[in-house]
Each structure stands twice: as structure tokens, then as C-alpha cells.
């Protein structure tokens, strides 16, 4: 967790350099939501990394895998019933060549072997 900590630091860091102008240019629009969006990065991003952590205790690296693989479809999928955002070829192309890439390596070649994969609770 702490080389996490550190490592997201140091992309915070450059970010903040990186986007600097942005956030001044859209700051006003942001001070009004910035609980909001401090929470959001709290517990949405931090919690679900510390989780998947903690997950990785108890699960193989290939279901792991397999989980990271499927988030964007959940993403895709939520945004589409709250927003009503399609997506668009170029997105399904690319959703479909992640979840295939994991899927290969899950399989490692052999496409049975997802046939046989257990998971765990």
C-alpha cells in the first residue's frame, strides 16, 4: 500500500504541474464540488484500490486479472443507464481488445483453460 502511496503521489505531483492551467481556467466550476470530488477520489479510487489489494490475498492473479479486465464494461454499462451514452465503435473495439487480451493471457494460450478456472468467493 505504501509503494501505492507513493507511486500515485508522484503522478499527483506531475499532474499538478501538467494541469495546472486547466484547474485555474476551470476552478470556479470546480470550488462548488470539490467535497464532492475529494470524496469521490477518497473513497471511489483509494478504497477500491485498497480492496483489490486485499483481494489479491485471497484470489490468483489471473482472476484478478479477469476482474480488472471487466470494470470498463461496468463502466460502460452504468454510464449508459445514467447518462444514456452510447459507445461508440472505436470504444467497443477497444473494450473488446482488452477483455480478449486478458482473456488470452488468463488462458494462457489455450482457451480450455478458462473452462477450468475456479473462483474464489
Known amino acids: 500500500m505504501l509503494l501505492v502511496t507513493l507511486r500515485w503521489l508522484v503522478v499527483v505531483s506531475i499532474l499538478g504541474v501538467i494541469?495546472?492551467?486547466?484547474?485555474?481556467?476551470?476552478?470556479?466550476?470546480?470550488?462548488?464540488?470539490?467535497?464532492r470530488i475529494v470524496a469521490m477520489g477518497a473513497l471511489g479510487f483509494t478504497l477500491f484500490n485498497a480492496l483489490f489489494y486485499v483481494a489479491a490475498h485471497h484470489t490468483t492473479a489471473v482472476n484478478l486479472g479477469i476482474i480488472q479486465a471487466v470494470m470498463p464494461v461496468f463502466i460502460f454499462v452504468i454510464v449508459f443507464m445514467r447518462y444514456g451514452v452510447p459507445v461508440t465503435a472505436l470504444q467497443g473495439i477497444g473494450l473488446t481488445a482488452a477483455v480478449l487480451g486478458v482473456a488470452l493471457v488468463a488462458a494462457q494460450g489455450q482457451w480450455q483453460r478458462l473452462i477450468a478456472i475456479e473462483f474464489n468467493p
Do not use: E
Open 19 to 35: 494541469a495546472r492551467r486547466a484547474v485555474q481556467r476551470d476552478w470556479p466550476a470546480l470550488r462548488g464540488h470539490l467535497g
